[in-house]
């Protein structure tokens, strides 16, 4: 089946520093991937979605110069949280679809983010 | 806005038991509701329901949808330890662009006590 590789799964920095996060579609092409973001003992939150070859939309109350979201090509989309602070730590989850699969949406393996 | 709510947040029951999650959803163009199983990292996919009134199966789980009452149960016969998880109901809606991404409930968090 489909799956999604998330990178790195876990990762530690210091405020004011930024993080990138890769997201890659193994073995099918995703056009458009997801990322959400998860707060300890709540639900999924859609934070953006990343298109390829153009511009991601941020969902309503997202910064987009604070995570910022390139995808580059149809395999790869990248989240950079920039100047982190510990506001901003959680864990962050990225997802794609394959079309014509019928099946949901395939998610990667999530990233723990402790900015300190 | 999108809306899905869950119930209950929390459960807990005896190995053996059956139990049955609920999920209800306002969303405008609906296209799908999915279950996942969410352990200690991403979610894992259970059910993806478009049709009202199709069981779709898996085991000892099984899911239906109905679309008059915007909402959508996922039942787990026979329960294992194995089975303790948080079960994430979502909503996908169509946009003019397609994929929209989904919208999460907060989740059902059950324990299966042996």
């Known amino acids: 089946g489909a799956v999604v590789s998330q990178h790195p799964s876990r990762v530690i920095c210091k405020s004011g520093t930024s993080v990138k996060i890769e997201c890659r579609s193994l073995d099918f092409q995703a056009t458009t991937m997801f990322w959400y973001r998860q707060f300890p003992k709540q639900s999924l939150m859609l934070m953006a979605t990343?298109?390829?070859?153009?511009?991601?939309?941020?969902e309503q109350g997202v910064e987009k110069d604070k995570f910022l979201i390139n995808h580059a090509s149809l395999t790869l989309s990248t989240l950079t949280v920039t100047s982190a602070h510990p506001e901003d730590s959680s864990f962050y989850i990225c997802?794609?679809?394959?079309?014509?699969?019928?099946?949901?949406?395939?998610f990667g393996s999530g990233t723990r983010l402790t900015v300190v | 806005e999108d809306k899905v709510v869950q119930s209950p947040l929390s459960l807990v029951v005896h190995e053996g038991d059956t139990v049955t999650l609920n999920c209800s959803y306002e969303?405008?163009?609906?296209?799908?509701l999915l279950w996942y199983k969410q352990e200690k990292k991403a979610p894992t996919f259970l059910f993806m329901l478009?049709?009202?009134?199709i069981e779709k199966k898996s085991g000892r789980l099984s899911s239906i949808l109905d679309k008059k009452e915007l909402s959508s149960i996922l039942n787990i016969t026979a329960t294992q330890t194995g089975d303790s998880a948080i079960y994430l109901c979502a909503v996908e809606a169509y946009s003019g662009g397609g994929a929209d991404g989904l919208t999460f409930g907060k989740g059902t968090h059950l324990i299966i006590q042996p």
């Open positions: 990343s298109n390829e070859g153009s511009k991601a939309t941020y």
């Open positions: 997802s794609a679809r394959e079309l014509g699969m019928g099946g949901g949406y395939t």
């Open positions: 969303v405008t163009n609906f296209r799908s």
């Open positions: 478009t049709s009202s009134g």
